[in-house]
């Protein structure tokens, strides 16, 4: 089982519309957790930080149950900029980020 | 403020060929780590550098080899390469005590083995 497993997708949605992206993590020692952007042919930048009460940012709403090892991204109110691929990262104190593979978001007019 | 800069940003080799990559971590930061991200994958860790020394190492053959310079800058080294080894290489920067794992990428070094 991979360490970090997310849905490829990819997700085709209209302006306006609401999607939520899962992932789900195997190693129940991790502490960390992120939501990376990663645009076509670019590095993966900092989206959130995922913590377990839940955190909001805007349109972005990332939550965290540690009990099922199950992260969520939901983005409201879809723009065309938000197309890009999302990662899903997990860490454990000192050890090195591990990322899922990615779920690609397209955004269309 | 600087952020993370890498060199070159595309490079083209034959197999058996060996490549160095080069990053400058962002400005206050002391440690470098390096993945390789493949088309359609999400970057994998290959190793980490702090105080000029290998701390942690990924799934990656002895190919694989680093550097890092009294100025936190780093080097990542690829011997005998091969076509598996076409990926975006990408370093990242952090501050090793500040208890947060929180990675800032640079913009990758696209390397392409024919």
């Known amino acids: 089982r991979k360490e970090v497993e997310q849905d490829p997708g990819p997700f085709n949605v209209p302006e306006g519309a609401t999607v939520a992206f899962n992932c789900t993590y195997s190693n129940s020692a991790s502490q960390s957790f992120f939501w990376y952007r990663q645009d076509c042919r670019k590095e993966p930048k900092l989206l959130m930080s995922v913590y377990s009460s839940g955190n909001e940012d805007g349109r972005f709403t990332a939550q965290l149950n540690r009990a099922s090892q199950y992260i969520s991204l939901l983005i409201r109110d879809s723009k065309l900029s938000d197309s890009a691929t999302y990662l899903c990262?997990?860490?454990?104190?000192?050890?090195?980020?591990?990322f899922g593979k990615g779920t690609r978001l397209s955004v269309i007019a | 403020d600087a952020g993370v800069t890498q060199s070159p940003t595309h490079l083209i080799k034959t197999r058996g060929q060996q490549v160095t990559l080069r990053c400058s971590p962002k400005s206050g930061h002391d440690t470098v780590s390096w993945y390789q991200q493949a088309l359609g994958q999400g970057p994998q860790f290959i190793f980490q550098?702090?105080?000029?020394?290998?701390?942690q190492r990924g799934n990656f053959p002895d190919r694989f080899s680093g550097h890092q310079f009294p100025n936190y800058s780093s080097e990542l080294n690829v011997n005998a390469l091969l076509l598996g080894d076409s990926a975006l290489y990408l370093c990242?920067?952090?501050?090793?005590?500040?208890?947060?794992?929180?990675?800032?990428f640079g913009p990758g070094t696209r390397l392409t083995v024919l």
């Open positions: 990242a920067s952090s501050r090793w005590t500040s208890g947060n794992p929180e990675q800032f």
């Open positions: 550098y702090y105080e000029e020394e290998e701390r």
């Open positions: 990262v997990v860490n454990s104190g000192n050890t090195p980020l591990v």
